[in-house]
């Protein structure tokens, strides 16, 4: 995979190891053509009565899910066209609104580098290790200090890897403020990369469950860090359900290194405690597909193809697609918190939110965006 330019397979799904992979390394990927008949011994795939072999040009295009015969002439987007930079200079104005680009790949973060964002982030640490091509060690280095606390070296390694793909991107998108969220092993996307998931501890599925293991990326990332660059590192960990939790992780980040903490709401019960709290003073990020998708109880997979959702609408056995039109309690909350301190708080918008609810977040006061850098323009 990392030395294709783009992956097709014919089995699996939006959540499967190839389509993961892929959207870290920023590569296009169209995952489960089930039409395609693949020949392992004769190292060839046959579709509708014929049949490619090996060395075939073919184009894909990732956005569409579609496979061309043959090499697609393609073109680079007219980003620079003098009239198009007014005018969307003329809507950043309009708008008032910030977006801040959470790049993938390196190809994203070289994107990045180049752009006039507001910032950088919410970016998770495992996409910058898998772009940097050491997710094995990463992942493996992890499970042992799961499953074996005591071996020291295994904190070492972990600095390590993440200081290397930190500095990085640190290096690459100039100088505005870099927010950065750790791994959390409970994820879908942890089951799938660490081989013995299985065998890890149930503990270490809480949001602080290993402690030392994020002291150890932590670490990494402020040995990843200049003098000048702390300041604009901001950290997060994701899964916490009240400020209780999220004050000993600050504890352990004050403790460990001069980085800055922030808060990130993933769920329905630090949604409600924020919206009447407030937290004033700390930069706050909101993943409105993640609280919703938990809030319901429903699978990673159903997120990744909202059109489910909308069929099962359409047989009258639910009221709304709550990713477009959430349940009351949800939106309320979503609301108070825009109209006290929506132009400080951030929404994620990196795995694609339907544009009903974006343009209800705006209208709620939300101002601050975070968008993969291919997908900004069409944000």
């Known amino acids: 995979m990392l030395s294709a330019n783009g992956i097709v397979t014919a089995r699996g799904g939006a959540l499967s190891h190839a389509a993961v992979v892929s959207r870290a390394l920023d590569k296009p990927c169209i995952v489960g053509c089930e039409a395609i008949s693949v020949d392992l011994d004769h190292r060839s795939f046959a579709i509708g009565g014929r049949t490619f072999p090996e060395g075939t040009m073919v184009s894909i295009d990732g956005a569409e899910g579609k496979v061309y015969e043959g090499s697609v002439p393609i073109r680079a987007a007219a980003s620079q066209d003098a009239a198009l930079q007014r005018f969307l200079t003329m809507a950043d104005g309009l708008s008032e609104a910030e977006i801040w680009l959470a790049p993938r790949g390196d190809a994203e973060v070289g994107q990045a580098g180049a752009s006039t964002s507001d910032g950088t982030g919410l970016l998770s640490l495992t996409d910058l290790v898998m772009a940097r091509g050491s997710i094995e060690d990463f992942t493996r ?49 942890a089951r799938d990369l660490i081989a013995d998931w299985e065998d890890i501890p149930a503990s270490q599925f809480l949001p602080l469950g290993n402690r030392p293991l994020n002291r150890a990326m932590l670490q990494g990332i402020a040995e990843a860090c200049d003098a000048g660059n702390a300041e604009r590192v901001v950290v ?31 769920n329905a019960i630090l949604l409600a405690r924020l919206a009447e709290s407030g937290a004033e ?69 990196s795995g694609g939110i339907d544009d009903e609810l974006l343009a209800r977040l705006y209208r709620a006061g939300y101002r601050r965006f975070s968008s993969s850098p291919g997908a900004a323009g069409r944000t």
Do not use: K
Request: proline share 6%; with cysteine.
């Open 141 to 189: 280095a992890i499970s042992l200090a799961a499953q074996q606390p005591e071996r020291e070296a295994v904190f070492g390694t972990v600095r390590s890897i993440v200081r290397d793909a930190c500095r990085h991107l640190i290096e690459t998108v100039g100088s505005g403020p870099i927010h950065l969220r750790l791994p959390q092993l409970r994820s879908e996307r």
């Open 236 to 266: 997060f960990v994701g899964g916490l359900t009240g400020l209780m939790e999220f004050e000993a992780f600050r504890g352990d980040v004050t403790a460990a290194t001069s980085l800055r903490t922030g808060l990130l709401v993933q």
């Open 281 to 349: 003073g700390l930069p706050i990020w909101l993943d409105p597909n993640e609280i919703i998708r938990t809030a319901y109880g429903y699978p990673m997979h159903v997120m990744q193809m909202p059109s489910v959702l909308d069929d099962y609408c359409r047989q009258g056995l639910l009221r709304a697609n709550p990713f477009r039109n959430p349940a009351e309690s949800l939106g309320s909350a979503l609301e108070a918190i825009g109209a006290h301190r929506g132009s400080a708080v951030g929404i994620l918008g």
